[in-house]
């Protein structure tokens, strides 16, 4: 059974930088996708970056230039680096990734980021 292990979050004061990270297991095949959705309160849930195959990674317009998003190969682990932190980042951040050959998306169990103005 596939499972995607996150860790990090928590509470930062604005300008200051958290990361995230998520390591699935339990699949024969490398993802095909994987990345964070986060949702803050009263917003609709926002994709905010993603490592494609070969390596190609895309991010949402809002957290360009502040955030990083990378993969440990060796380690299969991704990490989400959030430098600059807004309050307006305040969110519950999910790990997702879709595996070959279903592409069927698992998720994460979710991590609190709170940005204190």
């Known amino acids: 059974q596939v499972q995607l292990v996150e860790s990090g979050g928590g509470l930062v004061q604005v300008g200051g930088s958290l990361t995230l990270s998520c390591a699935p297991s339990?699949?024969?095949?490398?993802?095909?996708?994987l990345g964070w959705y986060r949702q803050g309160p009263g917003k609709q849930r926002e994709l905010v970056a993603r490592v494609l195959e070969r390596g190609r990674t895309e991010y949402a317009d809002s957290v360009k230039g502040r955030f990083t998003i990378s993969e440990d190969i060796a380690n299969n682990i991704v990490y989400l680096q959030m430098n600059s932190l807004k309050p307006e980042d305040t969110a519950v951040y999910s790990c997702f990734a879709l595996f070959p050959p279903s592409d069927e998306t698992f998720w994460g169990q979710g991590t609190q980021v709170t940005v204190s103005s």
């Open positions: 339990g699949s024969e095949f490398s993802f095909r996708t």
